[in-house]
């Protein structure tokens, strides 16, 4: 994909503004199975913003003693990235919510 752009850019073919200045981040959150629906509303109150959009959520109920751990992508512009911090940070403050993990957008190759 990245040398089909690369061309489009040589063409003189530009991407729009509003998605070339995204940024996807990951969020994980763990957390005991029988809060998952609380945690889960909490976390869409608590990310939900004008531009800052919640882009998928997967739920993975392989942890150990009835945890469970929800990956959140998170499209964010560059602008708006202190607040989306905040606003994660405020997260942790919920009780139900055991663990939280920040990571970048992980971007596999298959060769």
Same mark, same amino acid.
């Given at each position: 994909?990245?040398?089909?752009?690369?061309?489009?850019?040589?063409?003189?073919?530009?991407?729009?503004?509003?998605?070339?200045?995204?940024?996807?981040?990951?969020?994980?959150?763990? +957390? @005991?199975?029988? #809060?998952? !629906?609380?945690?889960? =509303?909490?976390?869409? $109150?608590?990310?939900?913003?004008?531009? &800052?959009?919640?882009?998928?959520?997967?739920?993975?109920?392989?942890?150990?003693?009835?945890?469970?751990?929800?990956?959140?992508?998170?499209? +964010? @512009?560059?602008? #708006?990235? !202190?607040?989306?911090? =905040?606003?994660?940070? $405020?997260?942790?403050?919920?009780?139900? &919510?055991?663990?939280?993990?920040?990571?970048?957008?992980?971007?596999?190759?298959?060769?």
């Amino acid at each position: 994909m990245r040398l089909f752009h690369l061309f489009l850019r040589r063409a003189g073919v530009q991407q729009p503004s509003a998605l070339a200045s995204r940024g996807s981040s990951r969020l994980t959150v763990v +957390c @005991p199975r029988e #809060h998952l !629906a609380d945690v889960r =509303r909490h976390v869409y $109150r608590e990310l939900h913003a004008d531009d &800052i959009q919640i882009a998928q959520l997967s739920i993975d109920y392989g942890q150990p003693a009835g945890m469970v751990r929800a990956s959140i992508m998170i499209d +964010c @512009p560059p602008k #708006h990235r !202190a607040e989306l911090m =905040r606003r994660a940070r $405020r997260l942790q403050a919920h009780p139900g &919510i055991r663990e939280i993990h920040w990571g970048a957008e992980r971007r596999y190759a298959l060769n």
